[in-house]
């Protein structure tokens, strides 16, 4: 048995609220915990990749507060999407240096979800761009990747949250981070609000059952936050730190009572 444990990191779905995940890895980074692998779905493989890549939180940031999205949304004729994806994609391949997931920092995993066979893809080879691409591709708005026989979508279609790949990469002790929507839905503006709205109703449903006892789940408190808004960086990144550092000490905890298991095992 090992003596220090494997941690793992899950940064869940949530469109702009998951700039929060950079806020997180900011207060881990603070107090020296750095995760040994990341599961990533839909925003949150982007962060993960991101950082799997080799771009530090503070950087991220950065990034994030110069970049305005709307100049990469390239907007079609809605047969199978309001938005073909080609800029973000390239963007992504520009961020992540064209790596592969063998060429990363840390091990990364991203979700997405083949709608012809209904099941949940988990995607860890070749360019982690074109993965990415596919783990954000919200149905409807997005149009959808296809690969071979598959047609992906948003990964948090069916795990919001990816704690179970994170467990199924080796972690011991997984932070899980959900930036998903959990309170009571306004009115909706658009169609885009509808859609996006709609299917934070299933991920809801899914998320609560995926609980295990090792782990420690974070919910960044981001209700207020337009999913399609990413102008709210500053709010956002300080609102994932602020519920990691009020998580902390559980997650210290966490390790020094695997550590402590280890050395009663090994003595």
Known sequence: MRKRPIIGLALGAGASRGLAHIGVLQALEEHGIIPDLIAGSSIGAIVGALY???IPSN??????????????????????GFIKGDKVEELIRI????????QLNIPLSVTAVDLKSNQSVIMNQGEVYKAVRASISIPGIFVP?????????????????PTRVAREMGADIVIGVDVGFRGQHGDPSNILGIILQS??????????????EDDVYIYPELGDINPLNFDKVTQCVAEGKRVTLEAIDDIKKKIKGFEARSSEHLG
Not at 95 to 102: E, R, V
Not at 199 to 212: G, K, N, P, R
Request: charged share 25%; proline share 2%.
């Open 52 to 54: 799997a890549a080799g």
């Open 59 to 80: 950087m991220m940031e950065g990034i994030a507060e110069n970049l305005d999205m709307r100049t990469y949304y390239d907007v079609s004729i809605p047969r199978l």
């Open 95 to 102: 961020l992540t240096q064209g790596k592969t997931f063998d």
């Open 145 to 161: 990747v296809f690969e071979g026989n598959k047609v992906l979508v948003d990964g948090g279609l069916l795990e919001r949250l």
């Open 199 to 212: 299917f934070e109703v299933i991920e809801l449903a899914l998320v609560d059952s995926i609980f295990h």
